[in-house]
């Protein structure tokens, strides 16, 4: 008997749940720790970003669920779950997600073991490597140390968020008259000691101690006057999230006195080592107040600080080094940013294209005499961000500059803060956005005095301005000198400075007025193209999709008979492959070497995908609330030839069909690797950027190359989309 189809009318059977697919996200990065066909140091790197990534969601996401929850907050999520109920299965699925992560670890341990990198106890050490370790604790260790008693006249300290720190239980020796006889001790492992102390064993091998061993072992040198009774190792993970005061007169001020009260944030998560004394689990919960929170035993804690073993001289155990490059046609120009922007417009595809062209985009504006006005949103970017750098020479050179930087880009608010002020220093002028409306489009704007008229070239990306993000982030960079586009960002940036809606937009689309709108418009007109008949269909790639409204509008154009194909990397709230509800769409996730981050859109307008006449546009914005109505985001058309085959022929194609970094979503919400067909041939998209050159940069030598030179990715076989006519897809 066949199990009765699920109530679609049912939240719960319609939507997945945010917060727990974010985790399913996190399983998938986890799963290529696991992956043999990953080096195996870089497997290391894909347990380490688990255990950063489930950190963060603790800090901001499980952090609200459990203020809701303490304000006797019970509405659902638009999946039907309330807080409560959340909470109880995030604790199960992170469970399951530690639990899994240590038997990771444990493996990648004995194969790092077997490539003469270990991992060592101290009762594993030989004398003459206790004898260093005895030495490189006193000299390096000891004096950075900090072992605080904890009694009536030591109050239990404040430690900072994701501290790592041992306690101990003390009872006084009966040769001292000192104080108390008993009293519990706690030694902070200072943020900048090593997790992985190496001991000198030769150029052929890495032998490493952890550092909570070392202290552990050399506990009594901390507290002379006591024996050392049981111990234990615990991290603490506080909420970290951020709540604006919109009435607030004076932002900046307001956010340096939000980011000194977000250290002091309670203790929403207490991890402790596994089998720990039952006392000092009391004495931990206890004094961090944390008896409602998430306290979770592990063999392993901090699983973060596994970075530390993968800088260790072993080349041979990472990925193959990768060199971006630079697009030709800028050659072509003899580097000349403005004149081959003025030929034509030209993606830029990060990371296998080089950011050091977005930055001397800027660098040019600021050195050229004929530039009058640069105009710059920030969110993220790096320290001593050349993007910055440039802004301040731009300024410093007499030419008007405007920076808006973003205060409430999470975790970076503080360089954010410092950025502003070494902006305003220069005499830039930086504005701060809108209350209530975090700016994320990323802009670039230069007018330029050609002659009698002015000419705008214009930057639009999908990234930050951060060049460390841009080498593992994969992300499009327009670059235009369409001044219809200038046009349009010069009343985007209007609008952050001065509040002012703007009118009349022609090209762009921005959020929160209109995006939401444009992409149910781009959908409907899929929808009546299959209700009359003709081809229907939708690709879209993103980080996330999680707008209940845009999702059925998704559901009702599968109805209709769209086919449609969706790559999201992270969070799916959608629920594909439901018979009378989302039969007709394709959920897949990448996962690889890089981290997926561009969001395209394409619609077929009235012929199968991929088509000389789809209609292609690319976007800062996810598919979720807060991107649609609270942010200021922009959706880009693309209307060059050569740009329009690159993003549809090129990008999409490859990952749509890549095989080797992809999973699948099945109706029940979980993923399944892909699996490679009778016939296929294993591909991978990443590989594939990495070897071909894009199409919109290479200048004189795309018309000089035979098209045999540059090979297609596979045949397309997703859905009804076919790639049947043959054409190359570079």
């Keep these: 008997m066949s199990p009765a189809a699920p109530d679609t009318t049912q939240p719960s059977q319609r939507y997945f749940n945010r917060e727990l697919s974010w985790l399913q996200f996190n399983t998938r990065v986890m799963e290529e720790a696991k992956n043999a066909a990953v080096p195996l140091l870089e497997r290391l790197r894909f347990l380490s970003i688990s255990a950063s990534n489930l950190d963060e969601f603790y800090m901001v996401r499980v952090a609200g669920l459990r203020t809701q929850v303490l304000a006797g907050m019970n509405a659902p999520s638009f999946d039907g779950l309330t807080p409560a109920r959340q909470l109880d299965k995030i604790a199960k699925q992170v469970d399951r997600l530690i639990a899994e992560q240590e038997r990771c670890w444990w493996s990648l341990r004995k194969s790092l073991a077997a490539k003469k ?85 030769g150029n052929k091998r890495r032998d490493y101690v952890m550092i909570e061993d070392v202290i552990g072992h050399f506990m009594p040198d901390l507290f002379p006057d006591f024996d050392i009774g049981e111990r234990g190792l615990f991290r603490i993970t506080r909420d970290s999230d951020i709540a604006i005061d919109e009435e607030a007169e004076d932002l900046v001020r307001h956010f340096e006195f939000l980011l000194k009260e977000r250290r002091r944030g309670r203790v929403i998560r207490l991890e402790l080592n596994a089998g720990i004394d039952a006392e000092l689990r009391s004495f931990l919960i206890e004094s961090f107040e944390c008896w409602d929170e998430d306290i979770q035993e592990a063999d392993f804690l901090g699983m973060v600080d596994l970075r530390g073993l993968i800088d260790n001289g072993r080349p041979d155990l990472l990925f193959p080094p990768f060199t971006a490059r630079l697009p030709e046609r800028l050659r072509d ?32 504006a600021s050195r050229d005499p004929d530039v009058v006005v640069i105009k710059q949103t920030l969110y993220r970017t790096s320290d001593n961000s050349p993007i910055v750098r440039a802004l301040i020479d731009a300024a410093e050179s007499g030419k008007t500059v405007t920076a808006l930087v973003e205060l409430q880009a999470r975790f970076d608010e503080a360089s954010n803060l410092r950025w502003a002020r070494d902006l305003e220093r220069a005499g830039v002028h930086v504005v701060y956005g809108l209350i209530g409306f975090k700016t994320h489009a990323k802009v670039s704007l230069v007018i330029r005095r050609e002659g009698e008229r002015l000419q705008t ?41 001065s509040s002012s809606r703007p009118q009349d937009l022609r090209k762009l689309t921005l959020a929160p007025h209109g995006l939401r ?20 269909a939708i690709w879209a790639k993103l980080n996330a999709l999680v707008d209940p409204d845009v999702i059925d509008k998704l559901y009702e154009a599968s109805q209709a008979g769209v086919s449609i194909d969706l790559v999201v990397r992270g969070i799916c709230c959608l629920r594909p492959g439901v018979d009378g509800l989302s039969e007709n769409i394709r959920v897949k996730s990448i996962v690889g070497r890089f981290l997926e981050h561009s969001r395209i859109l394409a619609v077929g307008n009235g012929e199968p995908l991929p088509s000389q006449n789809a209609r292609v546009f690319f976007s800062s914005a996810d598919w979720m609330p807060r991107n649609l109505d609270r942010r200021i985001e922009t959706l880009v058309p693309i209307e060059s030839a050569t740009v329009h085959d690159q993003i549809l022929d090129q990008i999409m194609v490859a990952n749509l069909m890549d095989t080797q970094n992809s999973w699948e979503l099945q109706p029940n919400g979980r993923y399944a690797r892909r699996k490679l067909g009778e ?52």
């Design 517 to 536: 709108a444009k992409i149910y418009e781009l959908i409907d007109a899929e929808i009546a193209n299959a209700r009359a008949g003709r081809p229907a």
């Design 457 to 497: 070239y214009t930057h639009l990306g999908t990234g930050n301005y951060h060049a460390q993000n841009a080498r593992i982030y994969t992300d499009l960079a327009l670059f235009t000198a369409d001044p219809v586009i200038g046009a349009d960002v010069g009343k985007m940036f209007n609008f952050v400075t």
């Design 679 to 730: 016939d296929e041939q294993p591909f991978s998209a990443h590989q594939y950027f990495m070897d071909n050159p894009s199409l919109s940069g290479r200048g004189r030598a795309l018309k000089t190359s035979a098209p045999r030179e540059l090979p297609d990715p596979p045949q397309i076989k997703a859905g009804s989309a076919q790639k049947s006519d043959g054409k190359s897809a570079a």
């Design 117 to 201: 990198i270990s991992v060592s106890t101290i009762a594993d050490l030989d004398d003459e490597a206790r004898v260093e370790l005895r030495s490189t604790f006193e000299a390096q260790i000891l004096p950075l140390l900090s072992p605080l008693a904890v009694d009536p006249a030591h109050p239990f300290p404040f430690l900072s968020n994701l501290s790592l720190g041992l306690v101990v239980q003390l009872n006084r020796q009966a040769a001292s008259n000192l104080g108390a006889d008993t009293a519990f001790g706690l030694v902070p492992v200072p943020d900048h000691l090593p997790r992985f102390l190496q001991l000198s064993r």
């Design 333 to 364: 120009y003899d580097g000349n940013h403005f004149a081959a922007i003025a030929a034509k417009d030209i993606v830029v595809h990060h990371p296998y294209e080089a950011f050091d062209v977005v930055i001397e985009f800027l660098k040019q």
